[in-house]
């Protein structure tokens, strides 16, 4: 595990799908002494804090895991169509038993500060308990949703009763029996945990601020035949989710909404909200792009809440959805609209009340006072860039990457910023990242980043660095792309930042869909690592590698931009 005086090659912070990757392609294919740090107490990064009721991915399990080795692929066997946590830290603890990575981790150790020395181009890391780690490359897998949003509601510490938040669930069994509940929140994560609460609360009150359009998981156990054609159609599947834009394993139609007549359109939304999914999203190519063409989707999942909810002020509440659909990550459910049919819900429209404060026996609305013996915060994450600025970053001269991101991240490609040599972000902010099936973009990027690190030890390059221009030429693209789609018209999604009080709004993927963004992270490297500076210290003649201005070009319009 230790390397001498605590130094070595490369320092991993996380042991997530993106830490677990990035251990074996350093230490087993270039053969680093490689160290990863995860502050969990075992495997799975996200997936190891949410534990939440209902939690469960929203990516089909057969593309939901690694693809870089087909006999690990072949190895596994999933249960279900859509995974739930336990199942997937399964699948994490078998891939890590396979390549053997523990004895590389450290557990339970958290980073609150990694800083750059310049004399030695070293990064020099430490963790809360007060030890220090040395590395020339240092590596962030920390997940793009792993931060805890609580929002600053006065009163909470004067809560009497117990209260949760869905991104840090306790590990031990949450009784809600007999009680009454209050769940803040109706994104992904409310809309997936509201049916489990409700089916042993006493009453569960669900406090929407935003509506959300859902559509049916239709999770069920999957068939022996399924999942042998799954395992027979290993190179085909890979093929697809790295030839989509959104990674996932089915392709986006090539048909416009207008290409067909109402009368067919509507049966083609009927047979995709019957498969459920994700894949409803795929129905037409123009839905993220088009706003008369999304408004057909969005009034036919609006009609589907009002057809399900028999109260009729609930189910207009719940379908009081002013934004275009997928405009957000879409959820997918289990009977999550269903769930307000039973006698023991009730849902809080805020637009009609606000949350005034919480109180010792429940919240204060401006309309009343509603008595909780628990509160369930399901309001979601400081996303993407949180987690990296919960850490003291410094880079060149004591930046801290808090101030070199106080207008919003400024990286090129999402693999580096500038003033921070040698520091690779696995889905950083500028990358496809959560508009996509996670694994494919953290499997894209970790080979990137191996083969970056292979070439600078090859060619005697000490540091590696995005330049500045480099960066704003990529966050002028990443604006561009993103305002050729609709995902820019929601001004409170998460994308935005919105969800976190005092952030600022810049959009953070990339809305370029994941088969542009691969060939352009190719095309960077074909053009001799263009908008990367890369220095030699030690040489004799030292070396400075910054390849021709890359031109981003965007003519080709963007359709089908990631889920």
């Not at 939304?269 to 409803?280: D, P, R, T, V």
């Not at 990367?532 to 080709?556: A, C, E, R, W, Y």
Request: glycine share 8%; aromatic share 10%; proline share 5%.
């Amino acid at each position: 595990m230790s390397g001498q005086n605590n130094s070595f090659d490369a320092i991993i912070i996380g042991a997530g799908f993106s830490g677990l990757y990035q251990l074996h392609a350093l230490r087993d294919e270039l053969k680093l002494n490689t160290l990863t740090i995860e502050s969990g107490g075992d495997l799975g990064g996200t997936w190891f804090w949410n534990r939440y009721p209902g939690a469960r991915c929203d990516s089909e399990s057969h593309s939901y895991c690694y693809m870089f080795s087909e006999e690990i692929y072949k190895e596994w066997e999933w249960s279900e169509r859509y995974p739930g946590p336990k199942e997937i830290r399964s699948y994490l603890n078998f891939v890590a038993e396979k390549l053997n990575l523990r004895r590389n981790i450290l557990f339970n150790t958290l980073v609150t500060k990694a800083r750059f020395i310049e004399s030695n181009n070293k990064w020099e890391v430490t963790t809360q308990e007060g030890d220090i780690y040395h590395a020339t490359y240092l590596i962030t897998g920390i997940g793009c949703i792993s931060s805890a949003n609580i929002p600053n509601i006065p009163g909470l510490e004067d809560f009497k009763g117990k209260w949760y938040h869905t991104g840090n669930w306790p590990h031990e069994d949450v009784s809600f029996k007999n009680k009454r509940v209050g769940q803040i929140g109706t994104g992904s994560t409310g809309i997936q945990a509201a049916p489990e609460i409700a089916e042993t609360a006493g009453h569960l009150h669900v406090f929407q601020r935003t509506p959300n359009y859902s559509v049916p998981a239709r999770n069920a156990p999957l068939s022996e035949a399924f999942k042998k054609q799954v395992h027979d159609s290993y190179e085909e599947i890979k093929k697809t989710v790295r030839s989509t834009p959104n990674g996932h394993p089915f392709k986006i139609s090539e048909k416009n909404v207008f290409e067909t007549s109402e009368e067919e359109r509507k049966k083609i939304y009927e047979e995709a909200w019957k498969k459920g999914g994700l894949q409803f999203r795929a129905t037409y190519q123009d839905l993220t792009t088009n706003k008369k063409a999304n408004d057909t989707a969005a009034d036919f999942l609006k009609d589907k809440i009002k057809t399900i909810v028999r109260d009729k002020t609930t189910a207009q509440a719940l379908a009081n959805i002013d934004y275009p659909y997928a405009g957000k990550r879409p959820p997918i459910d289990t009977n999550y609209f269903e769930t307000f049919n039973r006698e023991n819900v009730t849902l809080v429209d805020l637009k009609r009340e606000t949350i005034v404060k919480i109180t010792e026996g429940g919240i204060q609305t401006s309309a009343r006072h509603i008595p909780l013996d628990m509160i369930v915060f399901a309001t979601g994450f400081d996303a993407i860039t949180g987690k990296f600025l919960e850490m003291d970053i410094q880079g060149r001269n004591g930046l801290k990457l808090s101030e070199a991101w106080k207008e919003g991240p400024k990286t090129y490609l999402g693999l580096q910023t500038p003033g921070f040599p040698n520091m690779f972000s696995i889905t950083g902010p500028g990358s496809p990242s959560v508009l996509c099936n996670m694994p494919v973009p953290i499997e894209q990027h970790v080979e990137w980043i191996t083969d970056c690190i292979s070439h600078m030890r090859q060619e005697g390059i000490d540091t590696c660095e995005a330049s500045q221009d480099a960066a704003n030429e990529w966050v002028n693209h990443v604006n561009e792309a993103a305002n050729a789609t609709l995902l820019v018209s929601v001004p409170h999604s998460w994308y935005l930042g919105a969800n976190v009080e005092g952030k600022p709004r810049v959009f953070m993927p990339y809305a370029g869909g994941m088969t542009r963004y691969r060939a352009l992270c190719d095309d960077v490297v074909k053009n001799n690592y263009a908008g990367f500076v890369m220095l030699s210290k030690n040489s004799s003649n030292s070396i400075k590698k910054n390849g021709p201005k890359h031109n981003f070009d965007i003519t080709k319009k963007i359709t089908t931009p990631g889920i």
